[in-house]
């Protein structure tokens, strides 16, 4: 089975968030919550969905939790623990970007530096035009290369290097630097410039300035051909070339793992308060970071998703930084199939976060 388009990913927005209508919800710390046991159930029945959990953290501190569905296929394996870690997929995006302003702020980097510098011979041409920003920001103009259909996701004996997913990439038709164009190969380039910058690889940076300094320390970011989740987890499927669901416990994180980190509702919690307290990213650099307009309660809750084979998650947060609901649902369908579990999500989100609204 080749692999498709994975679902796209939404940052975080300047707002203040205000939690106050009246609703039959749990008091936290002044903050007014819906039911999230309720919210995750409701998200499980779902069409496609085979678990899902979520946890709601004021403060740094977990107020509520849910869990339903199963952790395996056919209701089998009992309820997915509710701190289990998941895949946050393109949520990787969005730390890389925080790593990368990170390196510009420490002027090691400068946003207008050009890929053609950067990278020598690994972008042709049409590097001369592309800028860092653009790689972050996804107005480079380069192609996804996992519309490629080169990258098979069950294939776990091929070692990808990040300059083969660059090269099927260049291999599709390309787009006008400047315009937006959402692309995992972005990304890549950028992981590729983290390292020689740095000298390290990207785990080890990401470790280095995010996980370790923030406290997650169930997060990591998978660099094998077959990486298989750490600890208790919900297992995710998608359909072969008969329409026959498999698991996908596993994925080559060669072509993957730009975008694979592995975490937990409570450490990719601490990642967006921390962001949004501005800790991460230098002053005047954040605007640089992908984000779009805040979408719920109101305008005063925004937030970041991500789709794999096998798994969607979403984390909800307030500007502020005091308010986070991060949700995965494992999936027995394609992610072509999956934007009503993402429908499914927000209404969860809202009844948790915007009671009575």
Not at 36 to 52: C, E, K, M, N, P
Not at 82 to 103: D, F, G
Not at 326 to 344: P, R, W
Request: charged share 20%; proline share 5%; net charge positive.
């Amino acid at each position: 089975m080749r692999r498709g388009r994975t679902l796209g990913m939404a940052g975080l927005a300047c707002a203040v968030l205000v939690l106050s209508a009246p609703a039959p919800a749990a008091a936290a710390d002044g903050v007014r919550l819906g039911d999230v046991q309720q919210a995750i159930r409701s998200l499980a029945r779902t069409d496609g969905v085979v678990g899902a959990i979520g946890e709601v953290y004021v403060d740094g501190k977990r107020v509520g939790r849910g869990t339903a569905g199963s952790r395996l296929l056919g209701g089998k394996g009992g309820r997915i623990p509710s701190e289990s870690r998941y895949r946050i997929a393109s949520q990787t995006k969005l730390m890389e970007a925080t790593v990368v302003l990170q390196l510009v702020g420490e002027g090691k980097l400068s946003l207008d530096d050009k890929l053609s510098d950067l990278l020598p011979g690994a972008y042709g041409d049409a590097a001369e035009k592309i800028t860092v920003r653009d790689l972050i920001r996804h107005t480079s103009g380069i192609p996804d290369f996992a519309e490629s259909g080169k990258f098979d996701v069950f294939d776990f004996t091929t070692a990808y290097k990040p300059i083969d997913l660059v090269q099927a990439a260049r291999d599709l038709p390309q787009g006008e630097p400047g315009q937006y164009r959402y692309s995992t190969t972005n990304y890549v380039l950028l992981g590729m410039i983290i390292e020689k910058v740095t000298g390290h690889d990207r785990a080890a940076e990401f470790r280095r300035r995010l996980f370790a300094p923030l406290g997650m320390k169930h997060t990591y970011l998978p660099t094998k051909i077959s990486d298989q989740i750490k600890g208790p987890h919900g297992h995710g499927y998608t359909p072969d070339g008969k329409g026959v669901p498999r698991d996908v416990d596993r994925l080559n994180a060669t072509s993957w793992g730009v975008e694979g980190a592995i975490s937990t509702a409570h450490d990719v919690s601490a990642f967006y308060r921390a962001l949004s307290q501005g800790k991460l990213v230098p002053a005047g650099l954040e605007r640089q970071l992908p984000r779009p307009f805040p979408n719920l309660c109101g305008g005063t809750v925004s937030s970041a998703s991500g789709g794999l084979p096998g798994i969607s998650s979403t984390t909800f947060s307030s500007a502020d930084g005091r308010i986070q609901f991060a949700v995965a649902a494992t999936l027995k369908i394609d992610n072509e199939k999956a934007m009503a579990v993402g429908d499914a999500t927000i209404k969860a989100a809202e009844a948790v976060l915007c009671p009575g609204q």
